[in-house]
């Protein structure tokens, strides 16, 4: 039996969190390779998945795990179409960048 | 304790190597460290099947997907050379932005202890040390939260996935046109080209 304790402080899985968190969103920011923006989405996934395995072991109650599980589940359904669509916009455009992107532009 | 800290560097710096690496086969790489330390920072959580399916998962299913697109999409020509991984103008002030509301963050979270509320009723697993059979995240404790109390968000899963197969077969199942758009782009080009000069000799 291992102590009911965590590693190190809950807060310093919440601060890690946010800063893998908000890694990822200045990656969707600042970069316009599709490829890249979509790995950043990923990188937001993770840091909330984080989140809800350091609360689960907390509070040693496994919905957490399950909604981990669920987020995985999501994150790749997500990434097979967000790829399809980058296959299917840039197959012929010169260059992959989402600022070339202009069909919906009146 | 340690593990910890060596761990949340590692994220950190994959992280940051992810979306500032200049070709994106570099941030495949960098996603895959993270990954991989995400990994082990699940294990010492206690979730070790989590920290299975993370790599299965991710680095087994979705990276080789990302690798799959990258050399799908630079065949031929090289798409990643110039022009895709400049930085719009509007990178600095949001940058600038996002780091104000980590820095509040970082500061709401260091500034006191962050106190856990009460656990929700219903916990029934016992911690145990990983690797022994239906403790605290473990396959059999798992399994057993999916298909009784989380039925039912399990099969909402079931049904995103199919969806997301239908969607991904529409999108990338048709046949592609016959010639490329962008050689027949170019060749429109050269016709109003060749237009162009054929007017102004004709004014000449």
Same mark, same amino acid.
Not at chain 2, 76 to 84: I, K, Q, S, Y
């Given at each position: 039996m291992i102590e009911n304790a965590l590693p190190v402080a809950i807060g310093n899985y919440v601060g890690l969190s946010a800063v893998l968190f908000f890694i990822g969103l200045t990656g969707v920011l600042i970069r316009r390779n599709p490829l890249v923006m979509l790995m950043s989405i990923e990188l937001m996934f993770n840091a909330a998945n984080l989140l809800f395995l350091a609360f689960a072991r907390a509070w040693v109650h496994n919905a957490g795990h399950i909604f981990a599980f669920l987020v995985i589940t999501v994150a790749a359904a997500e990434a097979a179409i967000g790829l399809a669509i980058v296959v299917a916009v840039f197959r012929d455009a010169p260059f992959v960048d989402v600022d070339e992107v202009r069909l919906l532009k009146g | 304790m340690i593990a910890f800290w060596v761990l949340s560097v590692v994220l950190i710096a994959s992280a940051v190597w992810t979306i500032t690496a200049q070709k994106p086969v570099y941030s495949v790489v960098g996603l895959l460290a993270n990954f991989a330390a995400l990994a082990i920072l699940y294990l010492t959580l206690s979730a070790e099947f989590l920290a299975v399916i993370q790599l299965i998962v991710y680095s087994g299913a979705i990276l080789v997907l990302f690798v799959f697109v990258i050399a799908l999409l630079s065949s031929?020509?090289?798409? /990643?050379?110039?022009?895709?991984n400049r930085m719009p103008k509007a990178a600095l002030p949001a940058v600038a932005l996002v780091c104000v509301a980590l820095g509040f963050v970082v500061f709401a979270v260091t500034r006191g202890e962050v106190a856990i509320p009460p656990p929700p009723a219903g916990s029934t697993s016992a911690l145990g040390p990983?690797?022994?059979?239906?403790? /605290?995240?473990?396959v059999g404790d798992f399994g057993k939260a999916l298909f009784t109390t989380y039925l039912l968000p399990f099969e909402v899963t079931a049904l995103i996935l199919m969806v997301a197969v239908v969607g991904v077969v529409l999108l990338s199942g048709t046949a592609p046109a016959k010639a490329p758009t962008r050689r027949r782009a170019a060749g429109v080009r050269r016709e109003l080209r060749e237009a162009v000069v054929r007017d102004g000799e004709d004014r000449r």
């Open positions: - | 031929g020509v090289a798409p /990643f050379a110039a022009g895709p990983v690797g022994t059979a239906d403790v /605290f995240g473990s």
